[in-house]
T-cell receptor, first 119, second 110 residues
Framework: GAGVSQTPSNKVTEKGKYVELRCDPI?????LYWYRQSLGQGPEFLIY????????DSGLPNDRFFAVRPEGSVSTLKIQRTERGDSAVYLC?????????????????FGPGTRLTVL | GIQVEQSPPDLILQEGANSTLRCNFS?????LQWFHQNPWGQLINLFY???GTKQNGRLSATTVATERYSLLYISSSQTTDSGVYFC????????????FGGGTRVLVKP
């Protein structure tokens, strides 16, 4: 597709369950990012991939959160033992390049998000 | 880490009015983007503007990197401009992540 896609669009789960959220970046984009947005706030960074490797996972809140990008395209965010405080919209973004120095190829494009509700 | 502050937090406009949104940041940046989050939650890219001035239709933006602020101008506002406007920056010393401001919530009344 032309843009970043995320599935599912909505996920309701019970406290303690395991969930997986999927992100399909724009074709050809080497950098992929996960963010989390709580109600009334701006998105907050979770993790960044350059190719297959997690180049920066400093935003992951704890070890219940894990993400992979095994082939350098699709990424999955995995949350174990979900808690009510994990409820939020999880956003994925991609950019053509992930050059630290910036440049137009560094523009991040966001998907529609997955709304996670933990009961 | 880098701090991003947006003002005003809320803005109510009559259709046809002009407005200016401001974004202040606390450190040097490699990337600055403005987004519009529509009522369905989709973040729409408006501008990539780490410095200088750009225009796109009724919207324009200016970033003065040396003074660490950016402005987004909305002219002749329409009801479809309603939503939340976010400024996000990539600090030169902050790796490859975007840090978002708290947003400006805009409501354009017909």
């Amino acid at each position: 597709g032309a843009g970043v896609s995320q599935t599912p669009s909505n996920k309701v789960t019970e406290k303690g369950k395991y969930v997986e959220l999927r992100c399909d970046p724009i074709s050809g984009h080497t950098a992929l990012y996960w963010y989390r947005q709580s109600l009334g706030q701006g998105p907050e960074f979770l993790i960044y991939f350059q190719g297959t490797g997690a180049a920066d996972d400093s935003g992951l809140p704890n070890d219940r959160f894990f993400a992979v990008r095994p082939e350098g395209s699709v990424s999955t965010l995995k949350i174990q033992r979900t808690e009510r405080g994990d409820s939020a919209v999880y956003l994925c973004a991609s950019s053509l390049t992930g050059i630290l120095a910036g440049g137009p190829g560094d523009t991040q494009y966001f998907g529609p998000g997955t709304r996670l509700t933990v009961l | 880490g880098i701090q991003v502050e947006q003002s005003p937090p809320d803005l109510i406009l009559q259709e046809g009015a002009n407005s200016t949104l401001r974004c202040n940041f606390s450190d040097s940046v490699n990337n600055l983007q403005w987004f519009h989050q529509n009522p369905w939650g989709q973040l729409i890219n408006l501008f990539y503007i780490p410095s200088g001035t750009k225009q796109n239709g009724r919207l324009s933006a200016t970033t003065v990197a040396t003074e660490r602020y950016s402005l987004l101008y909305i002219s002749s506002s329409q009801t479809t401009d309603s939503g939340v406007y976010f400024c996000a920056v990539k600090g030169k010393a902050a790796g490859n992540k975007l840090t978002f401001g708290g947003g400006t919530r805009v409501l354009v009344k017909p």
